[in-house]
């Protein structure tokens, strides 16, 4: 197996014209990948600083080694029930074991030349585990959308059970200031194609900087990121050595396989719709060997997962991203606010925080396939929605394994036709 970054064949006509737009392209999504980078790690558990150090480290290294011209890296909504349900089973020691095993998992996958096989999981598949995470991760952010106190297990019936047994507790300034979020961001998406250059201001950054700057002008008394967290640190991420406990290294497979498998399939997901997009083709393979370098050298960060993530990619290629220099631009805009503008960070009110989060998952799953399956046949429409109910209710893993066995039952039904 060659190691062929895209980065090494991005050069052939590239101009100064061409590398001010990747800058432009980069600066805008590292906009944007601020508060979903501090949303997805507080989602999943984790301080803040962590999806941010994991969007600059990713970004960086994913854009530098990957297989994809313009993917852009780092912390993905697809993790946040997977790494909170391990740091609730595991501990934080054991998150990072099983993130730098899953590292080693994908580069295996991509020595192997698994990447082509990743490409051909059937799309009823996709459909299944892509509704039943965004479902899960909109279940999860009900706590700080309600701005109740109570802690979440890991698993949907506790879950369900929690939030029901503390509804009537709920802070009516926190579901104020969700449900304005809320309403902020759907309007503003619907009519910024009006507002002329205001149109290219993302609609994230936006509502996280009136709801800040509100919460705290009235003071209102609903939790922030100071409140709960203390802030964010004004240093750059430093190379440490986890501090591993005893636990039984084998007791950790599943959680391994779960976000190797999760991540090699949102990853070369991802850079199949940036090829469709921009009419190019990414190397699957190297793309595989991209991510797992860089989840293996994550928690030597304090990282979480990372993978290739579609929204922040799709946003960047219609900036005007053209190369990796894009996703780099993009990492260190984020390293540029960590050293300058993270004491701000601290009056980000949550329930601000949730009602993005809650807006991602619902624009994350593809409902029409889940509530319209008559385009499927019988075959296929069980492997969606067992699919789904698996990844909900039980796990990612079990659901892939079912479905690609309904899948293999499907084409051996229609070779007996």
Known sequence: MNFNPNILHSWEGYSQRLLIKDIFAGITVGVIALPLSIAFAIASGLKPEVGIYTAIIAGFLISLLGGCRVQIGGPAGAFIIIVYGILHDYGLANLFIATSLSGLVLLLMGFLKLGTLVKHIPKTIIYGFTNGIAILIGLTQIKDFLGLSNELPSDFFGIVYEISKHLVEFNPFALGTSLTCLAFIVTWRRIKVKMGFLANVPETFLVLFFATWAVNFWNLPIETIGSRFGGIPEHLPTWTIPQFDGVNIFNLWLPVLT???????????????????????????????????????????????????????????????????????????????????????????????????????????????????????????????????????????????????????????????
Request: aromatic share 8%; hydrophobic share 55%; with cysteine.
């Open 259 to 417: 976000l190797a498998i999760l991540g090699a399939i949102e990853s070369l997901l991802c850079a199949k719709v940036a090829d469709d997009i921009t009419k190019t083709s990414h190397n699957s393979n190297q793309e595989l060997l991209a991510q797992g370098i860089t989840n293996f050298l994550l928690p030597f960060f304090g990282g979480m997962p990372a993978t290739g993530t579609i929204a922040r990619t799709v946003t960047s290629i219609h900036s005007g991203a053209n190369s990796p220099i894009a996703g780099m631009v993009h990492s260190l805009t984020l390293l540029l606010i960590v050293c300058f503008l993270s004491h701000l960070a601290k009056f980000i009110p949550l329930a601000c925080l949730s009602a993005i989060l809650i807006y991602v998952a619902f624009h994350m799953g593809d409902w029409d396939k889940l509530l319209r399956p008559r385009q499927f046949m019988l075959v296929e429409r069980i492997s969606i929605y067992s699919v789904f109910v698996l990844t909900v209710i039980c796990n990612l893993v079990i659901a892939i394994l079912v479905g690609i066995a309904l899948a293999w039952f499907t084409n051996w039904c229609q070779k007996k036709r």
